[in-house]
């Protein structure tokens, strides 16, 4: 795994700052990952209360609101994430939650550090209730750190990039998760080699990085299918040779 800060290094700063930050890319680019990635690092500083969620529905909300269902998930994951000071204050059972925004403030005058939320797949967020979400952000972000989200980092789809710099205007700063670059995919090949002892040749990293075009699910494929299906001996080194045949392989099984 890549660092996150290998990616998209300025996000930190940019959350220092107070930015809002949509970072957009299309599937399987690792964004789940990253995002991981750059909460540890943000909680590790030890400056914000930091809480990860996806917006992905939760089996068995149908029929929920959508707003409330997304505040139950970031409740649960403050849970699991955050010590109990940090952590939301409970709302009455009853209270029939219309507003995400006056939940999240309510959260961020009672929290003793900034509130920095970190949502994951906000492309599958319902459109109006990701419309909603985004309006009532940009409608309290003056009122940060104070009443308000500190910052906030979306991480979804160029569609989410659309709709949020449209509503959020220059409050956002959006950025694309990139590609792997040459370099990178050395680096990943190298961890292999640092864990088991067997090298990647040159040209066989460069094969991996020239097939994939550095999209990330699809090294990660090839490197996966010559370690644990091809599996040429340890003490042997991975050639391009091996390289091809995992391609060839990967193309029967998708035809």
């Known amino acids: 795994m890549l660092a996150a800060s290998a990616r998209r290094a300025e996000v930190p700063d940019l959350v220092a700052r107070g930015a809002y930050v949509v970072v957009h890319a299309p599937r399987l ?10 909460a540890a690092g943000l ?45 939301p204050p409970p709302w009455p059972p009853s209270y029939d939650v219309r507003f995400a925004g006056v939940v999240l403030s309510a959260w961020a005058r009672a929290c003793p550090r900034p509130l920095v939320l970190l949502l994951d797949d906000v492309e599958l967020l319902p459109r109006e209730t990701r419309a909603s979400l985004l309006a009532q952000l940009r409608a309290t972000y003056e009122a940060r750190p104070r009443a308000a989200p500190w910052s906030v980092v979306l991480s979804g789809s160029d569609e989410v990039q659309a709709s949020a710099v449209e509503l959020f205007g220059p409050a956002a700063a959006a950025l694309r998760l990139p590609d792997f670059t040459a370099t990178q995919v050395a680096l990943l090949c190298a961890e292999h080699t640092e864990e088991t002892g067997q090298p990647f040749r ?10 994939s075009g550095g999209h990330p699910w699809v090294v990660n ?17 991975i050639t391009a040779a091996h390289v091809l045949a995992a391609a060839e392989r990967l193309r029967g099984a998708w035809i």
Not at 29 to 38: C, V
Not at 61 to 77: C, D, F, K, P, T
Not at 227 to 237: G, S, Y
Request: with cysteine; net charge positive.
């Open 202 to 211: 040159d040209e066989a990293v460069a094969q991996i990085a020239a097939i």
């Open 43 to 87: 909680a590790e500083a030890g400056a914000w209360a930091v809480v990860r969620a996806s917006c992905r529905p939760r089996r068995g909300a149908e029929g929920v609101n959508g707003e409330r269902a997304l505040l139950e998930a970031i409740a649960h994951a403050a849970g699991e994430q955050l010590p109990a000071p940090l952590r």
């Open 221 to 237: 494929v090839l490197a996966r299918e010559i370690v644990e299906k091809l599996r040429p001996p340890l003490r042997q080194p």
């Open 29 to 38: 680019h690792g964004r789940t990952t990253w995002l991981r990635g750059l």
